[in-house]
């Protein structure tokens, strides 16, 4: 498995502010990718992080509000742009290896962001 | 696209007793099946999955069982201790670095 840091753990932030979370790994990765979370619910796919190349979002998520980046095959990070109290959520990366039958993708712990 | 049902929502359960959990995919082309628990306060947490080629597999108190023919897989938790007690979501992908549909979520709890 891989270890993964994210950071901050938790924020509150101000409506109209952005937030960059920042997404960790102990070990190269082949892929990134960054989920929400809102209250109560599951887990939906906002983007893949490409490294050396723009990001992958999803149907629903545009990079001008979750611009991404991923500079290297161990740390990317995630904006959230001029938030608003919808953007509350918990907002989670995972990673995964290409290649293997025994590779998946395991998840950090979170960051857990409340916009006033 | 893929779309994955998870049933039930809420199962509540005797310490000692089993668990099961149910989910359906609509993708015949989903080939991996994990199986994450989520704790309050944390990130996912991986405890099983299980890939088309398998029908079941189990790894001590926890097995996971796969009908590909039938479309659906189910998560099994026998002597449930009060530490099983989480949200417990499947998932389904075409690749098992790929991108994950998941279930929405079952809150399992286990009364001593």
């Known amino acids: 498995s891989a270890v993964i840091s994210q950071k901050p753990s938790r924020d509150i932030c101000q409506r109209g502010t952005s937030l960059t979370i920042q997404c960790q790994v102990d070990?190269?990765?082949?892929?990134m990718f960054w989920y929400r979370q809102q209250p109560g619910q599951s887990l939906t796919l906002i983007a893949t992080?490409?490294?050396?190349?723009?990001?992958?979002?999803e149907s629903g998520f545009v990079i001008d509000k979750f611009p991404i980046s991923r500079p290297n095959l161990t740390f990317s990070t995630l904006t959230v742009s001029n938030m608003s109290p919808e953007d509350s959520s918990i907002y989670l990366c995972?990673?995964?290896?290409?290649?293997?039958?025994?590779?998946?993708?395991?998840f950090g712990p979170g960051t857990r962001l409340t916009v006033l | 696209g893929e779309n994955v049902e998870q049933h039930p929502s809420t199962l509540s359960v005797q310490e000692g007793d089993s668990a099961v959990i149910k989910c359906t995919y609509s993708?015949?082309?989903?080939?991996?099946f994990p199986w994450y628990k989520q704790e309050l306060g944390k990130g996912p947490q991986l405890i099983i999955d299980?890939?088309?080629?398998?029908g079941e597999k189990k790894d001590q108190r926890i097995a996971v069982t796969l009908n590909k023919t039938a479309k659906h897989f189910s998560l099994h938790i026998t002597e449930t201790q009060p530490e099983d007690s989480a949200v417990y979501f499947c998932a389904a992908t075409t690749d098992s670095w790929g991108k994950l549909q998941f279930g929405a979520g079952t809150q399992v709890v286990v009364t001593p």
């Open positions: 992080a490409n490294q050396g190349s723009e990001a992958t979002y």
């Open positions: 993708d015949s082309a989903s080939n991996y």
């Open positions: 995972s990673v995964g290896r290409a290649g293997g039958p025994t590779d998946t993708q395991y």
């Open positions: 070990s190269q990765v082949t892929m």
């Open positions: 299980i890939r088309s080629n398998v």
